[in-house]
């Protein structure tokens, strides 16, 4: 099996990441079988510093630097658990040591079969007002559309001040459940839960709309890859 090194950001998404591989590894393989993974991580506030100001430059290269780390431990391929940070992809992709896989290509790939043909994005406002999601989905020929303006703010605070802490309250559960039915209403069949973080709050079963999560998706597009491999 292929080693799967993994390019970390906020720790809940990464954690969520992480496990998912390793719990549902054993479906496939036997009982307590999962790939090797190396997980590396700088500070968040190192991200933090360069992405509010827009220096995605900067990002990338943390983003290298963490690559490089998982590569010399020995990981054949990368993925990122954090969508944000996906907006400096192209910046390493050619400089990267090891391959990647790419968290909105995968939800894309997930979209398409399904039959889904307009999705809501829900992100960082970061995310949500960036390329990320809205490259890959044009070039699968999937519309996409993402909350209002005042909307989009306030899941960026509830994300940075809430979820990246662990904080998971049912006022913001109730209030992702709203925006996610104003996507509905709008004429979207599916949303992306672009922040890894977001899966921990909205479920399948309380979303009012089928959802991509980009999280586990991930995960399991690596462990296919790494068992394949």
Not at 26 to 35: D, N, R, S, V
Not at 55 to 71: Q, T, Y
């Amino acid at each position: 099996m292929k080693h799967i090194g993994i390019v970390a950001c906020s720790a809940e998404g990464a954690a969520l990441c992480y496990r998912t591989i390793c719990t549902e590894a054993p479906q496939l393989l036997e009982k307590y079988a999962h790939p090797e993974v190396t997980m590396h991580t700088f500070s968040l506030a190192e991200y933090m510093k360069y992405i509010e100001a827009g220096d995605w430059k900067s990002v990338a290269g943390l983003m290298l630097a963490s690559v490089r780390k998982v590569a010399g431990a020995g990981a054949d391929f990368a993925i990122c658990p954090d969508n944000t940070i996906h907006q400096a992809f192209e910046l390493i992709i050619a400089k990267s040591p090891i391959p990647w896989l790419h968290i909105a290509e995968v939800a894309a790939d997930e979209a398409k079969k399904n039959g889904y043909r307009r999705l809501g994005i829900l992100g960082t406002r970061f995310l949500m007002e960036g390329p990320v999601y809205r490259e890959k989905l044009d070039a699968a020929g999937i519309e996409n559309m993402i909350p209002e303006k005042e909307d989009r703010e306030r899941i960026n605070t509830v994300i940075f001040d809430e979820l990246v802490a662990g904080i998971f309250t049912g006022a913001s559960r109730r209030y992702f459940g709203g925006v996610i039915n104003w996507l509905k209403n709008k004429g979207c069949d599916a949303v992306v839960l672009g922040c890894t973080e977001i899966p921990l709050i909205v479920t399948p079963e309380s979303s009012p709309l089928p959802v991509l999560d980009s999280t586990r998706l991930l995960a399991r597009a690596a462990l296919k890859k790494a068992i394949e491999g």
